[in-house]
């Protein structure tokens, strides 16, 4: 490690300790610590007080902890959960939502207020669960009946962007960037039925004994499968993010029994307590709030705001009219509408390619800041107020009825 990256890691370091700190202090108001950290990063950095300069050292750390978040979304999905009902509407929300999201690019670019419509399209279909996790675990709803189709919402909003993005914004052959992502999803594949079949005895007493010893051996090795698979897709010129998702779910599959819940916690002290918040504060760091100085730019931030909720809440809102009532639906669509750690990737690539304005960059950049903070805001303060007796659908269950993945009779 340079000295010269030292001095901003300190600061940093300090902008992580603060942010928990400031989010408690917001009260019932639950500012997720997520949205204080970039907003301390911009103070931080040259928009503001320009007291931190990110180096190589901290924007590689910074990229790892986008990759760990990533993978934390992947840990954090349960396939016997999701799949069926979930999964399947999940996927077609999210090819709904692509069409209405190439539409709406497409106006913007006829109108000469953005460059492409692909990459301002793919940016507005994404869905932040790696950013939801620790707000909605806190909340409760992970482990509820709705909290499988958030998942499921979340994990495509999160996957078929990364695999959009490595398909049309790769500037080889479209065959063989497809070629090359097919027989990274068999690696992926193969490593999680090795991941599922690794459960002899002799291995499960091995990691139980190094638990809690200076070895950690199941934390080591959840690191390497993430390095490796990470590096796998680096080979193969996709995108990290998509090596990080897949080596959470084949560490999910790995990790089981007693353990778990001691391994997942040792995870997400490594994540959440030192390498996604120094993402999120660096992220703010590099936010461009001068391409925001003209009327015209800010502006675009309710635009993109409103095209979020348009484009992912609407599917959301209509697909599971026979699943979830009308109040779980709108807290559906508006935690769907959430987007921000993709949002920051796609519209770097875009800016770094001349296909996106800079304005729009950070209009998009800013509105997924909004996002993260005003929809989960009111969509979980909604289902907190929500209660079975308050009148679902016709023909809809009470939420707590119906085990998570089966839709009701007729659906």
């Known amino acids: ?24 202090l917001t009260g019932r108001l639950h500012v997720p610590a997520i949205v204080i950290e970039i907003g301390l990063g911009i103070v931080i950095g040259p928009s503001a007080l320009n007291v931190a300069h990110p180096n190589d050292v901290v924007n590689s750390l910074a990229d790892m902890g986008l990759a760990y978040l990533m993978f934390l979304a992947g840990y954090e999905l349960d396939l016997k959960r999701v799949k069926g009902a979930p999964l399947r509407l999940a996927c077609t929300g ?25 990459v301002v399209g793919l940016a507005l279909t994404t869905t932040a669960l790696g950013t939801m996790l620790p707000v909605l675990r806190d909340a409760g709803v992970l482990d509820s009946r709705f909290g499988a189709f958030i998942l499921a919402v979340g994990t495509v909003g999160e996957f078929a962007p990364i695999a959009a993005v490595a398909l049309l914004l790769d500037k080889r052959d479209p065959l063989l960037t497809s070629g090359l992502l097919v027989f990274f999803v068999l690696i992926s594949v193969a490593t999680a039925l090795a991941a599922m079949k690794a459960h002899p005895p002799r291995i499960v007493a091995l990691l139980h004994r190094h638990l809690h010893s200076s070895a950690q051996l199941a934390v080591r090795i959840s690191v390497f499968v993430v390095l490796l698979l990470v590096y796998l897709a680096l080979q193969f010129s996709l995108d990290l993010l998509l090596g990080a998702f897949a080596a959470g779910i084949v560490v999910r599959l790995f990790v089981t029994g007693d353990d778990e819940p001691v391994i997942s916690g040792k995870l997400d002290a490594i994540g959440f307590g030192f390498l996604v918040p120094i993402f999120f504060i660096v992220s703010g760091i590099r936010f461009d709030v001068r391409a925001l100085e003209s009327p015209s730019a800010v502006l675009r931030i309710p635009l993109f705001l409103g095209l979020m909720l348009l484009v992912r809440g609407t599917p959301a809102f209509v697909l599971y009219r026979r699943v979830l009532d009308r109040t779980e639906r ?60 308050s009148g679902p659908d016709p023909g809809v269950s009470a939420p707590s009825a119906r085990p998570a993945g089966e839709e009701e009779r007729g659906a």
């Open 330 to 389: 709108r807290s559906l669509a508006l935690l769907s509408s959430t987007g921000l750690p993709l949002i920051v990737v796609i519209t770097s690539i875009g800016t770094a390619e001349g296909r996106m304005l800079p304005e729009n960059a950070a209009a998009l950049t800013g509105a997924g800041m909004l996002s993260v903070l005003l929809f989960p805001l009111i969509g979980l303060a909604a289902l907190r107020a929500h209660s079975p007796s």
């Open 1 to 24: 490690m340079t000295s010269a990256a030292i001095p901003t890691l300190v600061i940093v370091a300090a902008a992580a300790v603060l942010a928990p700190l400031m989010s408690e």
């Open 94 to 118: 999210w090819v709904t939502s692509l069409l209405i999201a190439l539409g709406c690019a497409f106006a913007l670019v006829s109108t000469h207020l953005a460059l492409d419509t692909v």
